[in-house]
């Protein structure tokens, strides 16, 4: 019934405003001839003052979601890199480090929500008296995801327009009530979803997410680059299954490489948050609804979380201070 009535809510919403609205007044764009997928500006004047108000008629406004101090995205240019545990275990750690914070965790991912399985949660979630969805909580953290709307092996086959309706009703219409922090669990990529979250919110910053695998590094920079174009702030980088170590000899190997984060990092004079270890226990924690924070409490795992949430909050203060 709640899917119904969001579906129909998004039908009624692509009618009244058309997705190439936003879209309108932006200059005009043209893709690489040698296939690179990138967007490349074309050759133009230095826009007027009066240039640019009109570009900007075409944008929404971005707005703050009452009640919610700080909203953190949680990001990949590559899928399969542990971005969503890591969302988790972080929203977990923040939680975990200072008892007085409140702690949401939002899964934006709306073909793929894996938020309800790792959170161990089930079940839709209630309407208020101005139809707002009502979180479903556990182990202290409100959570929404698109999952909590449909069937977990149901598919989702949506066009864009629906997509991006889809995540202003999750971003917009959700009573988080007072939250010190709301993690956004980002889908892979820089496409429509990550667009959208830039213009209709006050994002505080984002946290990108990858392994030293040069691959996935490529796609880390594209992420990096394009919160730097949408005028978000990176936080800080996590280097995700840095180091395995045998759990019957102690013999430790780099099996995605080493060092790749950090150095991108430095580079690209970002924050090094932290290093997660490839360990089973980590997927083996999510996959059954009860992440490593929560199981293993005092175990080097949650440790590593734990620090990246700590640095993450010191990058926070500094943000708020300068803006």
């Known amino acids: 019934m709640l899917l119904r009535k969001l579906t129909d809510t998004l039908l009624i919403n692509n009618l009244k405003h058309s997705a190439c609205n936003e879209f309108r007044n932006w200059p005009k764009r043209s893709f690489s001839a040698h296939g690179s997928g990138q967007v490349v500006s074309q050759p133009q004047k230095k826009l007027t ?13 971005r707005t703050k979601i009452p009640n919610v101090e700080n909203i953190i ?7 399969g890199v542990g971005k969503s545990t890591t969302a988790v275990n972080l929203a977990l750690a923040l939680s975990d480090v200072e008892s007085q914070n409140k702690v949401g965790l939002l899964d934006m991912d709306v073909f793929g929500p894996s938020i309800p399985r790792m959170m161990n949660l089930s079940g839709s979630p209630a309407l208020t008296k101005n139809d707002y969805m009502i979180p479903l909580t556990n182990y202290n953290i409100k959570c929404m995801s698109m999952g909590f709307l449909v069937e977990e092996k149901a598919a989702i086959v949506w066009r864009g327009p629906m997509v991006m309706s889809a995540v202003q009703r999750l971003l917009l219409r959700t009573e988080w009530g007072e939250l010190s922090h709301l993690v956004l669990d980002l889908p892979p990529g820089t496409g429509d979803t990550q667009l959208s979250i830039s213009q209709l919110v006050e994002v505080t910053g984002a946290v990108i997410v990858s392994t030293p695998q040069d691959i996935a590094l490529l796609d880390a920079r594209r992420g990096a ?3 730097s174009k949408v005028n978000i702030p990176v936080l800080g980088m996590v280097q ?14 780099h099996i995605f490489g080493q060092d790749g984060v950090q150095n991108m990092a430095t580079e690209l004079g970002i924050d090094l948050l932290g290093d997660v270890a490839l360990d089973p226990k980590i997927r083996q924690c999510a996959d059954e609804g009860q992440p490593i924070i929560i199981s293993h409490p005092k175990s080097a795992q949650a440790e590593s979380y734990r620090s990246i949430a700590k640095n993450l909050m010191q990058n926070i203060l500094l943000v708020n201070k300068s803006s």
């Open 240 to 253: 995700n299954m840095s180091i395995f170590t045998c759990p019957k000899c102690g013999h430790q190997e």
């Open 49 to 61: 003052a009066r240039q640019e108000e009109l570009m900007k008629r075409g944008l929404p406004k």
């Open 225 to 227: 680059e394009m919160f």
């Open 73 to 79: 995205v949680v990001a990949s240019g590559k899928g």
